[in-house]
């Protein structure tokens, strides 16, 4: 069965450092994958898409990887900051108009 | 709004009674998902819509849960019968389909269920 795995452990780190966050899926061919972020309490909000012929995508601080070999993406904040602190959620997605499921998402800390 | 709202924002109820769960989405969207979320726990989908085709209901745990669209906007997520297990909080998604790619998905802040 498809299957989507995120470390479920926190992840802490300190203010200045880069965060890097893995997903790993199984049994899936997905033509995007998208991430996003949940503050307690909030609903998720959307990050970054990458494309399976992209194999790497920027926005600010942020940078994805998409490595469809090893069916892994790779998710990267730059100089951390203590307001980066949420829970990460990756969600490959396969072509067609089909529902996206969710990795069970990593928690950032970043200490000051 | 310009976002997804939901209502309510909290609901308690007693065991064994019904409840739905209201999701507007974003105006033009033409598609629509629920999730639920237990405590700690990732996102479970549920049910998926798409402009007028048949919908995804691959995710509903029960035939307690039903869902619907009306007129291709406002959802309704009904649970009937409610059980202890069903507290959680359900999130409800829009997004703007387009060509084969599902496009980024705008959440709704969800309704938090609590069954007694």
């Known amino acids: 069965s498809q299957k989507i795995e995120q470390n479920s452990e926190a992840l802490n780190i300190q203010e200045g450092k880069t965060a890097t966050l893995t997903c790993n899926y199984t049994?899936?061919?997905?033509?995007?994958l998208q991430w996003y972020r949940q503050d307690p309490g909030r609903g998720p909000v959307f990050l970054l898409l990458?494309?399976?012929?992209?194999k790497e995508k920027r926005k600010e601080r942020l940078k994805v990887t998409f490595d469809t070999t090893l069916k892994q993406s790779l998710f990267h904040i730059t100089a951390s900051q203590p307001a980066d602190s949420a829970t990460y959620l990756c969600?490959?997605?396969?072509?067609?108009?089909?529902?996206?499921?969710f990795g069970s998402g990593t928690r950032l800390q970043v200490q000051p | 709004g310009a976002g997804v709202s939901q209502s309510p924002s909290n609901k308690v109820t007693e065991k064994g009674k019904d409840v739905e769960l209201r999701c507007d989405p974003i105006?033009?969207?033409?598609?629509l998902y629920w999730y639920r979320q237990s405590l700690g726990q990732g996102l479970e989908f549920l049910i998926y819509?798409?402009?007028?085709?048949?919908?995804?209901k691959s995710g509903l745990p029960s035939d307690r849960f039903s869902a619907e669209r009306t007129g291709g906007s406002v959802s309704t997520l009904t649970i009937q019968r409610t059980q202890q297990e069903d507290s959680a909080v359900y999130l409800c998604?829009?997004?703007?389909?387009?060509?084969?790619?599902?496009?980024?998905?705008?959440f709704g802040e969800g309704s938090r269920l609590t069954v007694l």
């Open positions: 998604a829009s997004s703007q389909v387009s060509g084969q790619n599902t496009g980024e998905l705008f």
């Open positions: 049994n899936y061919s997905p033509a995007y």
């Open positions: 990458i494309r399976e012929n992209e």
């Open positions: 969600a490959p997605q396969r072509t067609g108009r089909r529902a996206l499921t």
């Open positions: 105006s033009g969207h033409t598609a």
């Open positions: 819509f798409q402009g007028n085709s048949a919908p995804d």
